[in-house]
């Protein structure tokens, strides 16, 4: 079974008429990339870009991938020499490709010296990552680095073992640094505020204290582009893998699923050579802010609502929280309300980029679940929900539709759906949250005083915030949520 997987994973052999195979011999290429978080959105995305870009103009431009926590990726691409098949799923259909961009994947707690040496191989002249956004150890309050995060404090003990992206970036680039290797261009692709600047501050950090009186590994030779990325991955299930054996003829334990849709815009600011991205579809431009403030508030910002709302009234897919009209309305008045705090975006109409969107949320064949996206949401909302509402309040505008996301934050943080379901709340301060809330009375205002300290730099938000976020949050707690969703989308329909 392992030789026939094989060979029909591998480009170049025989593959089904219906699957679309590389136009290239993977083995011609060598590594140029690496990738630290080989998770299903990486190869949905960043790897397929890679292997279209491959095919369009070859190129030294194959991916290590690199784990940081887990075997089970490497389990799953290795023995398929990282080869695997990409499932497409369209309203109306299935579509396969294979994908072979991908040669290799290290665990990083089994082997740190071979990430390290990774990163810092002369071959090696692009790194990208998504780790999401808890792995970023930066304080809230300053945006530098927090000192006091575990893995920052084990990281700086420990130079040479590293355990958090961090420290194995400055580690990489340290030794490359040592050995005169060439120029590196290191690019986040996790949803976060001009997240290579963010990454560029946290590693200069880093390096500061690890090394306060010698030379700074990071110069004009290593470039921190910033870049949104764009395509809804859900998690992989048994029905992904039965359905890529019946796509390509033979069973895959890499397979990943995805939607049409791909975006990737990237800021053009490289160190030195990239792979033809563009070709695949990439756009390059001066500045990735406005792309990525769209995204975050927009489409982000919208899945939280849905996912939140959405999971204590019952809905396991936003599918399903889309075909409710009324949720699909307070959807449209969080995108609307998203779109009041953005400047105008050369080549793009918002009306259009929310009506697609809300397509995209609509298609039935994504199973994108509401608990998976409901999790980490104190990392999330800060960017998506909690900047608009002081733009807002600072402009004089209105935070309705933005207040009634944080009151189901709130609502959800209470870990029951209004069924009774009990679940885990799946965020880094799930502890802290716990915590606060033991011995609280389930009342609006007790809710808000004791969580609204914990979305960093919300706490301490003006009455005119916690009056219409807890007047939606009571409504949540006394009637439902559906009835609370009902009465927004009342509310709305009221106001305009």
Same mark, same amino acid.
């Given at each position: 079974?392992a030789?026939?997987?094989?060979?029909?994973?591998?480009a170049g052999? #025989?593959?089904l008429?219906?699957?679309?195979s590389? $136009?290239?011999?993977p083995?011609?290429h060598?590594?140029?990339?690496?990738?630290?978080g080989?998770?299903?959105f990486?190869?949905?995305?960043q790897?397929v870009?890679?292997?279209?870009a491959?095919?369009a103009?070859g190129?030294d431009?194959?991916?290590?991938?690199?784990?940081l926590?887990s075997r089970d990726q490497a389990d799953r691409?290795?023995?398929?020499?990282g080869?695997?098949s990409l499932i497409?799923?369209h309203?109306?259909?299935?579509e396969a490709r294979l994908?072979a961009?991908i040669?290799k994947?290290?665990?990083a707690?089994?082997?740190p010296?071979a990430?390290i040496a990774a990163?810092a191989?002369?071959a090696t002249r692009?790194?990208t990552?998504t780790v999401?956004?808890?792995?970023?150890?930066?304080?809230?309050?300053t945006?530098?680095?927090?000192?006091?995060?575990p893995?920052v404090r084990?990281?700086?003990?420990?130079?040479?073992?590293?355990?958090?992206l961090?420290g194995?970036?400055h580690?990489?680039l340290?030794?490359?640094?040592?050995?005169g290797?060439?120029?590196l261009?290191?690019?986040?692709c996790?949803?976060?505020?001009?997240?290579?600047r963010?990454?560029?501050?946290?590693?200069?950090?880093f390096?500061?204290?690890?090394e306060?009186c010698?030379?700074?590994?990071?110069?004009?030779n290593?470039?921190?582009p910033?870049s949104?990325?764009?395509?809804i991955?859900?998690a992989t299930?048994s029905?992904?893998?039965s359905?890529?054996? #019946?796509?390509?003829?033979?069973?895959?334990?890499?397979?990943?699923?995805?939607?049409?849709?791909t975006q990737?815009?990237?800021?053009?600011d490289f160190?030195?050579d990239?792979p033809?991205?563009?070709k695949a579809?990439?756009l390059f431009?001066?500045?990735v802010?406005p792309y990525?403030?769209?995204k975050?508030?927009m489409?982000?910002?919208?899945?939280?609502l849905l996912a939140?709302?959405?999971?204590?009234?019952g809905?396991t897919?936003?599918?399903?929280?889309v =075909?409710?009209?009324s949720? =699909?309305?307070v959807?449209?008045?969080?995108?609307? $309300?998203a =779109?009041g705090?953005?400047?105008?975006i050369?080549?793009?109409d918002l009306?259009t980029?929310a009506?697609?969107?809300?397509q995209?949320f609509?298609n039935k064949a994504?199973?994108?679940?509401?608990?998976q996206?409901?999790?980490d949401g104190?990392?999330?909302?800060?960017p998506r929900i909690?900047m608009?509402?002081?733009?807002?309040?600072?402009?004089?505008?209105?935070?309705?539709p933005?207040?009634f996301?944080?009151a189901a934050w709130?609502?959800?943080?209470?870990?029951e759906?209004d069924s009774?379901?009990?679940?885990a709340?799946r965020d880094?301060?799930?502890?802290?949250?716990?915590r606060?809330?033991?011995?609280?009375?389930r009342?609006?205002?007790?809710?808000?005083?004791?969580?609204?300290?914990?979305?960093p730099g919300f706490?301490?938000?003006?009455?005119?915030v916690?009056?219409?976020?807890t007047?939606?949050?009571?409504?949540?707690?006394?009637?439902g949520?559906?009835?609370a969703i009902?009465?927004e989308h009342?509310?709305?329909?009221?106001?305009?």
């Amino acid at each position: 079974m392992a030789e026939q997987r094989n060979a029909a994973l591998t480009a170049g052999t #025989r593959p089904l008429p219906a699957v679309a195979s590389p $136009a290239y011999i993977p083995e011609d290429h060598g590594c140029g990339i690496v990738h630290i978080g080989v998770g299903a959105f990486h190869r949905a995305h960043q790897a397929v870009y890679t292997d279209a870009a491959l095919s369009a103009a070859g190129g030294d431009w194959r991916i290590i991938g690199v784990s940081l926590r887990s075997r089970d990726q490497a389990d799953r691409l290795n023995p398929q020499d990282g080869r695997y098949s990409l499932i497409v799923r369209h309203a109306d259909r299935d579509e396969a490709r294979l994908v072979a961009s991908i040669d290799k994947v290290i665990v990083a707690p089994d082997d740190p010296a071979a990430v390290i040496a990774a990163i810092a191989d002369p071959a090696t002249r692009i790194v990208t990552i998504t780790v999401t956004e808890k792995a970023y150890p930066a304080d809230q309050s300053t945006g530098r680095l927090d000192i006091e995060e575990p893995t920052v404090r084990h990281d700086l003990d420990h130079p040479t073992r590293p355990k958090g992206l961090i420290g194995y970036l400055h580690a990489g680039l340290k030794r490359r640094h040592e050995a005169g290797s060439p120029p590196l261009t290191v690019i986040s692709c996790d949803n976060l505020p001009a997240n290579g600047r963010l990454l560029r501050r946290l590693v200069e950090d880093f390096a500061e204290r690890a090394e306060p009186c010698g030379p700074t590994p990071i110069g004009e030779n290593v470039r921190f582009p910033s870049s949104m990325v764009d395509r809804i991955t859900p998690a992989t299930t048994s029905r992904t893998y039965s359905d890529a054996e #019946r796509l390509i003829g033979c069973s895959d334990a890499a397979a990943v699923e995805t939607e049409p849709f791909t975006q990737w815009v990237i800021e053009d600011d490289f160190a030195g050579d990239r792979p033809a991205w563009d070709k695949a579809g990439a756009l390059f431009v001066a500045d990735v802010e406005p792309y990525e403030r769209m995204k975050l508030r927009m489409l982000n910002g919208t899945h939280s609502l849905l996912a939140y709302a959405g999971h204590v009234a019952g809905y396991t897919l936003i599918a399903q929280c889309v =075909a409710d009209s009324s949720l =699909a309305a307070v959807a449209r008045m969080q995108m609307r $309300a998203a =779109a009041g705090t953005l400047p105008p975006i050369a080549g793009v109409d918002l009306d259009t980029y929310a009506s697609d969107l809300m397509q995209r949320f609509s298609n039935k064949a994504i199973r994108h679940e509401t608990y998976q996206i409901a999790m980490d949401g104190t990392q999330k909302l800060p960017p998506r929900i909690c900047m608009p509402i002081a733009e807002n309040i600072a402009a004089g505008q209105s935070i309705e539709p933005f207040a009634f996301v944080i009151a189901a934050w709130m609502r959800y943080c209470l870990g029951e759906t209004d069924s009774g379901e009990r679940y885990a709340l799946r965020d880094p301060r799930e502890d802290e949250i716990n915590r606060r809330l033991a011995g609280a009375p389930r009342e609006a205002n007790a809710l808000y005083a004791a969580l609204a300290p914990v979305l960093p730099g919300f706490g301490g938000s003006p009455a005119i915030v916690e009056e219409a976020v807890t007047s939606r949050l009571d409504d949540m707690l006394n009637d439902g949520m559906c009835a609370a969703i009902e009465a927004e989308h009342a509310s709305g329909s009221a106001q305009g």
